[in-house]
């Protein structure tokens, strides 16, 4: 069946090889809804400081966890399911950072003759950093290459009952057979700088409402922790950004039995595999934590399938 359709799953992307470290963190800071100083020359050269201070450290990270970001082969695998749900419809993904860039996604709905197009952010909530950066790439992209498409989007799905149900899933698979009760829960999310919140933009907003639904959902289902907090994670310089901090956090609690629930991210990437799994881990055992464990991210789980096909289905 002739494919009428396309969608495109957009994300930050992330190194698929350790020679992509220097590539992922140029792309990133030269952002201008990252580093959003009005001058492009200025953003240069902080971005330039910034690769030049970061990208050993950076690397020494990677290899960690087998030289690369997990992010494109879990989104591989989620494309691949999604598109065995559709005959009609194209589904492929593009990267902001790192490759595949949106400009490869543009030359297969090209070459398919595709003329309508969904960009569907994997990002749960709506920041000018992540979900709108992303948009205005691919329309940006769009543009250079003279395509007249019909695009369409969603922003936000934070609020998406079946999602919320597969996040409560995978905290319960990494809870194991433990109660809960002897647990906390930290639902940890992507930090941001205290002036992009303060210029309007809505994350942290929707981050809190995200945690009061997570809560509800689980007091409504008896599933009782010793208590429900938020953090933010992957804080970089010495601008003030979110608070509290996840060390922060972790220092404040005297229950020494903590579950990690990564709140941001829908695909696991290096701020969950590693920051999350090895480097936090490391500060959780130095404060005498007796259990440190992180849930998984929703990935290619047939349950965050079914969720997107539902939100495509509906576009």
């Not at 994997?122 to 948009?135: A, E, I, Q, V």
């Not at 922790?225 to 956090?249: D, I, M, N, R």
Request: hydrophobic letters at 40%; one cysteine or more; aromatic letters at 10%.
């Amino acid at each position: 069946m002739m494919q009428k359709k396309a969608v495109v799953l957009l994300n930050m992307g992330g190194p698929n090889n350790l020679d992509e470290v220097k590539v992922f963190l140029h792309n990133m800071f030269n952002d201008k809804n990252i580093i959003t100083v009005k001058s492009d020359f200025l953003r240069s050269f902080i971005a330039f400081m910034i690769v030049t201070s970061r990208s050993k450290a950076a690397k020494k990270n990677y290899s960690q966890i087998g030289g690369k970001s997990p992010i494109v082969g879990y989104t591989k695998a989620l494309v691949a399911k999604l598109q065995k749900e559709f005959d009609d419809t194209f589904i492929t993904f593009a990267m902001r950072y790192t490759p595949p860039f949106g400009d490869e996604a543009l030359a297969q709905i090209q070459e398919k003759g595709i003329k309508e197009v969904f960009l569907l952010p994997l990002y749960p909530h709506f920041s000018t950093t992540t979900t709108k950066s992303s948009l205005e790439d691919f329309r940006t992209l769009m543009r250079s290459k003279k395509m007249d498409l019909k695009l369409s989007s969603i922003k936000r799905f934070f609020g998406n009952e079946r999602y919320n149900e597969l996040l409560i899933q995978r905290i319960l698979e990494a809870l194991g057979d433990q109660d809960p009760k002897d647990f906390t829960l930290i639902c940890s999310a992507h930090s941001l700088p205290q002036k992009i919140v303060d210029k309007g933009d809505p994350y942290q907003r929707e981050i809190l409402l995200h945690v009061e639904h997570i809560k509800a959902m689980l007091q409504a289902k008896k599933i009782v922790f010793q208590g429900v907090h938020v953090a933010y994670q992957s804080k970089l310089g010495p601008v003030k950004w979110l608070e509290p901090s996840l060390e922060e956090k972790l220092k404040s609690l005297t229950c020494k039995k903590v579950l990690i629930a990564p709140l941001s991210f829908t695909i696991d990437n290096s701020e969950t595999e590693f920051e999350l799994d090895i480097e936090y881990r490391e500060v959780a055992h130095a404060l005498g934590y007796e259990e440190y464990r992180v849930a998984k991210c929703p990935n290619d789980a047939d349950a965050f399938v079914a969720m997107l096909k539902e939100i495509i289905v509906h576009s």
